[in-house]
């Protein structure tokens, strides 16, 4: 973690901003202006990329996906260069994250924040956010299961951020980890169940 040394108000300042960037829903701008309906309604009812993926319509799943990365890294990035500081470009990333598992338009009912996890850490670091994004590929394509892979890539960020040095990400790794697997807690059951669909499949 590193030394706070940005002024308390341009931090607070910085939350806010960052977590309405998080909090927008880009799955439901994106379903309902395509005409798909009210994503809340669809398969899980989740805003992210893999319900948007139920529609059947992989662009527009594609288009969430990169949307709700770019929130976590967008956050970042314009942190870093206005304010300058690693304690604002990491509580941006925070804050972000939790505007899109909380969002305040939808009544804090988010999203699990995988697509966002990942984008922030590849702006705070972006080869721990290659390698993230890498085990959650291998684990997507060897199990064909979206929130094992997810698990996995949050889990094992650990061990990346170790390896490549990054040791003052590893409290917030920490936490924002900690916040994928409370989000997934059903998601685990049905993995123990044996009954979690697969990438693309609806859920039953």
């Known amino acids: 973690m590193p030394?706070?040394?940005?002024?308390?108000?341009?931090?607070?300042?910085?939350?806010?901003?960052?977590?309405?960037?998080?909090?927008?829903p880009f799955g439901i701008v994106i379903t309902r202006a395509l005409g798909l309906g009210d994503l809340r309604q669809i398969g899980s009812g989740?805003?992210?990329?893999?319900?948007?993926?139920?529609?059947?319509?992989k662009g527009a799943a594609l288009a969430t996906l990169l949307l709700d990365a770019a929130k976590g890294g967008i956050a970042v990035l314009i942190a870093r260069a206005l304010v300058g500081g690693e304690d604002a470009a990491q509580l941006a990333g925070l804050a972000a994250f939790l505007g899109h598992l909380y969002p305040v338009w939808l009544r804090?009912?988010?999203?699990?924040?995988?697509?966002?996890?990942?984008?922030?850490?590849?702006?705070?670091?972006?080869?721990?956010?290659?390698?993230?994004?890498?085990?959650?590929?291998?684990?997507?394509l060897i199990t064909r299961t979206s929130s094992i892979a997810a698990l996995l890539a949050a889990g094992l960020t650990p061990l990346w951020l170790i390896y490549f040095n990054q040791g003052q990400l590893l409290v917030l790794t920490f936490v924002l980890t900690v916040l994928v697997y409370i989000r997934h807690a059903a998601n685990l059951k049905r993995i123990k169940a044996g009954t979690e669909p697969k990438i693309g499949q609806k859920k039953a």
Request: glycine share 12%; hydrophobic share 55%; aromatic share 8%.
């Open 108 to 140: 804090f009912k988010g999203g699990k924040g995988v697509a966002t996890f990942l984008g922030t850490l590849l702006a705070l670091a972006w080869p721990v956010g290659l390698a993230a994004c890498a085990t959650w590929a291998v684990a997507a």
């Open 3 to 24: 030394p706070i040394t940005t002024d308390p108000t341009l931090l607070a300042i910085t939350a806010l901003l960052a977590y309405l960037l998080g909090s927008v």
């Open 46 to 57: 989740n805003i992210g990329a893999t319900n948007v993926l139920r529609t059947g319509n």
